[in-house]
């Protein structure tokens, strides 16, 4: 017996099926990628931001590339979608899901520098890191904590690079001195014990 199918189910069905056609269609076409101007399959991917109102138009490849640059060199306010009409800024987890291992630490490291970077006794280093320095005025140097940098900083004069800075003047010369009395230390140790032995004659 042949039943016949009531209206809203038919509808359902079509909807399904349309729904199945539309996804068949996305998969199987291609789009090109804005930056390395070649075919790429449609992936399922959605466009790199919640805000995006156009569909995926940069492989991720190419999104990785030019992520990993900017957090490299400290640009994180400059990672946004690559649709040169849209350029919104991108969610954390997009980030973090896309770069490769490495870059995912530094990155993770930039965004806690960020984190703490409003407290009162925080300073930034030239090269893009930054920290806070407990001992304040009191003081005044820092070492970078950035391994790659470990470059010495003011924490009074607040500086950008040591242009003529007092306080790292004055240590570096105490810490020159320091250093020449100790290379100087067996030369004299050596000489009082001559001394001790020649006066020991009778
Ligand atoms: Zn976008
Ligand atoms: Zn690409
Ligand atoms: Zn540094
Ligand atoms: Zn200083």
């Not at 009409?85 to 770069?99: D, E, N, S, T």
Request: hydrophobic share 30%.
């Amino acid at each position: 017996m042949f039943v016949v199918p009531r209206s809203h189910e038919l509808s359902d069905f079509w909807d399904l099926e349309i729904r199945k056609f539309h996804k068949l269609i996305k998969e199987t076409s291609m789009y090109q990628c804005l930056v390395h101007l070649e075919d790429e399959p449609c992936a399922t991917d959605a466009p790199p931001t919640p805000g995006c109102n156009h569909d995926q138009n940069v492989c991720n490849a190419c999104m990785r590339t030019d992520m990993e640059g900017k957090i490299r060199s400290g640009k994180l306010q400059n990672l946004t979608c690559l649709d040169p009409y849209c350029m919104k800024p991108l969610p954390v987890h997009k980030v973090r899901k896309l770069i490769g291992p490495e870059c995912l630490k530094i990155y993770d490291r930039k965004l806690a520098v960020l984190a703490i970077s409003i407290a009162p006794n925080f300073r930034w280093c030239r090269c893009g890191s930054g920290q806070i320095h407990g001992l304040g005025d009191s003081s005044s140097e820092w070492i970078c904590v950035d391994p790659q940098c470990r470059r010495q900083n003011c924490y009074t004069c607040n500086t950008i690079g040591l242009i003529d800075c007092p306080h790292l003047r004055a240590i570096n010369e105490k810490r020159r001195a320091h250093r020449a009395e100790m290379r100087r230390l067996p030369q004299v140790a050596f000489e009082q014990k001559q001394m001790e032995i020649l006066e020991d004659k009778p």
